[in-house]
T-cell receptor
Framework: SAVISQKPSRDICQRGTSLTIQCQVD?????MFWYRQQPGQSLTLIAT?????????ESGFVIDKFPISRPNLTFSTLTVSNMSPEDSSIYLC??????????FGSGTRLTVV | QQQVKQSPQSLIVQKGGISIINCAYE??????FPWYQQFPGKGPALLIA?????SEKKEGRFTISFNKSAKQFSLHIMDSQPGDSATYFC??????????FGKGTSLLVTP
């Protein structure tokens, strides 16, 4: 199965600023998934990122707040824009969906102060 | 709309006992049903997974039971240990799509 390198592992940011999270996969994958896990909650899908097309966002998530780039088949970024304390969460990228299941990055623990 | 419903929300089991967590789903097109284990401060880690063509899968102390007609699946942890204390998430997915997660079960195994 694929191996994902996710950066940064954690960050503390000031409200009103933006943070870009990177995920690098060791093999080419068609789709990448971005999740948010708020404190004490389950994982919620933010969007699905296909290479060469606009990301598909889930209800409650918008591109202006969470812009996603997918420049090639091994890399994607998620930006959390104009952050507020409510954005404090763990953000995870994931790949998979075939016979080998899914792989997750190690997560980015974001604290907004 | 929660596509995968998980219960109980929390569970306390004595060391050596059996922990059972249940999940139910609605979409009969789901074809992959994993369970994830998450410790505080860590990302979720795949524990065990099953496809709908089998009714049971066992890996060590962990067993998934799958009931296709009832649209339910469960995780059984045999001989539960304090080190199993964590949050467990069930999930389900359509082929090629993202996972849909249950809300999680916080398991505490007491000594």
């Amino acid at each position: 199965s694929a191996v994902i390198s996710q950066k940064p592992s954690r960050d503390i940011c000031q409200r009103g600023t933006s943070l870009t999270i990177q995920c690098q996969v060791d093999s080419q994958v068609t789709m990448m998934f971005w999740y948010r896990q708020q404190p004490g909650q389950s994982l919620t899908l933010i969007a699905t990122a296909n290479q060469g097309s606009e990301a598909t966002y889930e209800s409650g998530f918008v591109i202006d707040k969470f812009p996603i780039s997918r420049p090639n088949l091994t890399f994607s970024t998620l930006t959390v824009s104009n952050m507020s304390p409510e954005d404090s969460s763990i953000y995870l990228c994931s790949v998979g969906g075939g016979r080998l299941g899914y792989t997750f990055g190690s997560g980015t623990r974001l604290t907004v102060v | 709309q929660q596509q995968v419903k998980q219960s109980p929300q929390s569970l306390i089991v004595q060391k050596g006992g059996i922990s059972i967590i249940n999940c139910a789903y609605e979409n009969t097109a789901f074809d992959y049903f994993p369970w994830y284990q998450q410790f505080p401060g860590k990302g979720p880690a795949l524990l065990i997974a099953i496809r709908p063509d089998v009714s049971e899968k066992k890996e060590g102390r962990f067993t998934i039971s799958f009931n296709k007609s009832a649209k339910q699946f469960s995780l059984h942890i045999m001989d539960s240990q304090p080190g199993d204390s964590a949050t467990y998430f069930c999930a389900a997915s359509l082929p090629g799509y993202a996972l849909n997660f249950g809300k999680g079960t916080s398991l505490l195994v007491t000594p």
